[in-house]
């Protein structure tokens, strides 16, 4: 995973406007200040899936799966101005969707329930059985499988690396325009709720 920080400021008439704000009209700044931050990383992360060598119609699913989220962070952190910002594989999707057009064969194509096969890969997959892990205090301690009663056939595997670096690329790539669009919208709410209040 790769995270990354900002800080983002203004002329000093602006900073000092801002902090006369209401604390409410600050946290509704920040809010859809981070929120249009968020575009710029999601636009890149799609132009990085494009850049892969994967085929078209794998690039087309996993372009469809790159979402955005932005909710409160802890309890309570929403009056303290603090936000959780998702951008990433899946983010914000709703299960199940099968996406048309992703894969020819039955199946569910590329969607939230397995994007992350072609991000990290798989080992060889089989029909007919189903592996789940094993856990001791937390922690892995080995797998077990149970058949299910079909015929047991050797569907593959995936190689990860496809889209492994694919957010990396796009928080590098889209930093200086992700802080721009939030410094924008930051500006855009002091600037009326100056107008406002005259």
Known sequence: MAFATATITGDKALDRKFKRLAGRVQRDALRKGIRASMTPIAKAARAAIGATDAS???????????GKRLAKGRK????????????????????????AGTRTRPGVGVS???????VLGTKKRYTGTR???VKKG???????????????????????????????????????????????KIK???????????
């Open 56 to 66: 078209p119609s794998l690039k087309r699913g996993a372009k469809r799966m790159i």
């Open 188 to 198: 855009q709410v002091i600037t009326k709720e100056a107008k406002r209040k005259g």
């Open 131 to 133: 592996t789940w892990s």
């Open 76 to 99: 309570g952190g929403a009056a303290k101005g603090e936000f959780g910002a998702k951008v990433g594989f899946a983010v914000a999707k709703k299960p199940r969707k099968r996406l």
């Open 138 to 184: 937390g922690v892995k301690i080995g797998t077990r499988s149970k058949s299910t009663g079909n015929v047991r056939r050797y569907t593959g595997f995936i190689e990860a690396g496809k889209f492994e670096n694919v957010m990396k690329v796009a928080l590098s790539t889209s930093a200086s325009a992700s802080i721009k669009a939030a410094g924008k």
């Open 112 to 118: 939230e329930i397995n994007i992350h096969w072609f």
